[in-house]
T-cell receptor
């Protein structure tokens, strides 16, 4: 079964450094998302992306965050200058459609630790 | 605004028993979808089951069924014949139709299920 793949599985970085989290969505999916989950807490929406544009973003997704689809397969989340509070599990997801009946398929996540 | 409420932080069940995980939702939209995801200790998010707001029958997927009560705005997950491998965090989530056409998935806070032998 096709799946969303994320790399790396774990990233440790120092405060103030830039990180890029990478994702390869399911190949026939058109809608892409990033979510994050601070340890033991709720899964929070960051951003959705379609047709090379951001469709929606949350208040968490400030100027320090950006997303890109640099080629036909990858989808990346960049954090320009990491803060301690950015430590979380980051999930990439994709969906075939954007309708209410279209489930999001998630990757295994990247655990980001900012020291 | 959409809101998902899961009032059970933790649930315990014995192997082979059935368990119900509660989920209530709030939305003013007429068209929406309800989803359940499983998150094992390894961290991945696994899609389990979907129920549409206009579906008249409750969704079922193997040992999972969704007890959908629209008037009560509840979408409880029922796991029959629990197995040790069902021990995980379970999230209820919703997508509602917006005029913009794009709907994000909104999650509840989750219920941790522990299945004992």
């Amino acid at each position: 079964e096709p799946e969303v793949t994320q790399t790396p599985s774990h990233q440790v970085t120092q405060m103030g450094q830039e990180v890029i989290l990478r994702c390869v969505p399911i190949s026939n999916h058109l809608y892409f998302y990033w979510y994050r989950q601070i340890l033991g807490q709720k899964v929070e929406f960051l951003v959705s992306f379609y047709n090379n544009e951001i469709s929606e973003k949350s208040e968490i997704f400030d100027d320090q965050f950006s997303v890109e689809r640099p080629d036909g397969s990858n989808f990346t989340l960049k954090i320009r200058s990491t803060k301690l509070e950015d430590s979380a599990m980051y999930f990439c997801a994709s969906s075939e459609l954007t309708g209410t009946n279209s489930p999001l398929h998630f990757g295994n996540g990247t655990r980001l630790t900012v020291t | 605004a959409q809101k998902i409420t899961q009032t059970q932080p933790g649930m315990f069940v014995q192997e082979k028993e059935a368990v119900t995980l509660d989920c209530t939702y709030d939305t003013s939209d007429q068209s929406y979808g309800l989803f359940w995801y499983k998150q094992p200790s390894s961290g991945e998010m696994i899609f389990l089951i979907y129920q549409g707001s206009y579906d008249e029958q409750n969704a079922t997927e193997g040992r999972y069924s969704l007890n959908f009560q629209k008037a009560r705005k509840s979408a409880n997950l029922v796991i029959s014949a629990s197995q040790l491998g069902d021990s995980a965090m379970y999230f209820c989530a919703m997508r509602a139709r917006k005029n913009t056409g794009f709907q994000k998935l909104v999650f509840g806070t989750g219920t941790r299920l522990l299945v004992s032998p």
